[in-house]
């Protein structure tokens, strides 16, 4: 049985981000990753998957290595963050 990570990339702090505006409506995030949840959706359903959003909470070590297979899934503006993902 395959292991699949998906991660979607932290947004930079920008007036798109909503950063500062997210704590008044308690949201910890302005846009969920629907690209990787369809992914998701189109793998098989016997693999196991799981979603790392790092808008919401940190990646660690143990959930990379844990893993058979990672995707990561973002826009030009979170390239910064996939390079740091991709350096982990």
Known sequence: MMKILLIYPEFPDTFWSFTYALSFIGKKASFPPLGLITVAGLLPEKWDKRL???????LKDKDIAWADLVFIGGMAVQRTSVRQIIDQ
């Not at 790392?52 to 940190?58: A, L």
Request: hydrophobic share 30%; proline share 0%.
């Open 52 to 58: 790392v959003d790092t808008n919401v909470e940190r």
